[in-house]
């Protein structure tokens, strides 16, 4: 690949993702397969903003996160992924990457979904790739397995997909971010980065949990279930299948060996509070990933009543208001 001496900054923005149903589990470690379909809806007010500079003066890729060189750990992931990219428009200079968060990072608001969607779309244009909504998502889905679905917008279906290779285990879109106004509330109880990453956490629950085998067979009957409560715009049940995915995701985590929990007293708090508020006749349901935090979904006329039922509660660090977001785009290219 021939690099003129002008070098182009290619910026690219994207959105996290919260897992309605959840993905848990890996069939293809290697290739990053999920051994489970998900449907997302993903996040306006969280996102990454991914700046990529091909660089021949460097000696190795550099990544700057949050306006700090990142840890080798975290270098190397992004260096091992930038590598695909490298391979596909056989060049092999160093890439300079920035990336910035709006929201606490590794805190269990999927910073990897929005990091490696805003990545694949920003580094493979700034290789000279112009690749497809479906290739982005197989591309991103090699870098982190949420990142597959956040290359959309709205509502959005990732699929384990058949073929060994994994080039069909990507996401597509169920509806734009336009389809159906929901909100969320993720309530932060904790900023600490978690003892146990969500590839290590599932890659033990693959292994050690006797309730692995069943929470694949029985993911398959909610994945067509939420997709006729979006279909039909039935919010009761769209709530009541995400607080089942997630508690199913979350007893499976605790019956690993060792067992992980990824709750706080607080997270439990808010659970039982938000069970409490429907029982009073409240449309609220809760869905939580891989760490402490709480996510509240409800109906945009009922966002300012949830907002002050959680405004006073000891233990929430950090309160953010959330409607669908839309798909990745580039912000901008310059030299
Ligand atoms: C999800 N999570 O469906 C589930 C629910 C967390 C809990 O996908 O190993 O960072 O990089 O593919 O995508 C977070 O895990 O995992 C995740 P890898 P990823 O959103």
Same mark, same amino acid.
């Given at each position: 690949m ?6 182009k900054?290619t910026?690219a ?12 589990? &890996? ?5 990053? *397969? ?18 990529v500079?091909i ?17 080798? &750990? ?10 695909l990219i490298?391979?596909e428009k056989k060049f ?27 990545l694949a779309l920003a580094a493979s244009k700034a290789a000279g790739l112009n690749l497809s909504s479906f290739e982005l998502s197989e591309l991103a ?10 290359i ?43 003892? *146990? ?39 009761? &049940? ?29 997270? *439990? ?43 006073? *509660? ?13 798909s990745v785009y580039i912000?901008g290219e310059?030299?």
């Open positions: 021939k690099i003129s001496n002008k070098m900054n910026t923005i994207a959105h996290s993702n919260i897992a309605l149903i959840k993905y848990w589990g &890996k069939s293809n470690q290697k290739l990053n *397969i999920p051994a489970v379909d998900s449907i997302s809806i993903t996040l306006k007010e969280l996102s990454t903003k991914t700046t500079r660089s021949e003066n460097l000696e190795k890729d550099t990544l700057i996160l949050n306006n700090r060189p990142a840890v080798e &750990k975290q270098r190397l992931r992004i260096s091992r992924f930038l590598d490298r391979h092999d200079f160093p890439l300079e990457i920035k990336s910035e968060n709006n929201f606490p990072t590794a805190a269990g608001l999927a910073s990897s979904a929005s990091g490696f969607a805003a889905r090699k870098g982190s397995g949420s990142a597959a679905r956040s959309y917008g709205g509502f959005v279906h990732m699929h384990r997909g058949d073929e060994k290779s994994g080039m069909d285990a990507v996401a597509d879109q169920l509806y734009d971010e336009n389809y159906w106004d929901l909100r969320l509330l993720i309530l932060v109880t904790s900023i600490k980065e978690k003892e *146990i990453g969500s590839t290590e956490g599932m890659n033990l629950s693959a292994k050690t949990s006797p309730y692995y085998k069943n929470w694949i067979q029985s993911s398959i009957g909610d994945i067509s279930e939420m997709k006729n409560a979006i279909v039909k715009k039935d919010f009761e &049940k769209l709530g009541e299948l995400s607080e089942f995915s997630c508690l199913k995701m979350h007893a499976l985590a605790m019956s690993s060996n060792p067992g992980i929990i990824y709750w706080n007293e607080n997270t *439990i708090k808010i659970i039982n509070k938000v069970r409490a508020l429907r029982k009073s006749g409240l449309g609220v349901f809760f869905t939580i990933d891989a760490g402490p935090q709480v996510k509240v979904l409800c109906l945009p006329q009922d966002i300012s009543k949830v907002k002050d039922e959680f405004k006073n *509660i000891k233990g929430i660090k950090q309160t953010i208001h959330s409607a669908i977001g839309p912000l310059n030299t």
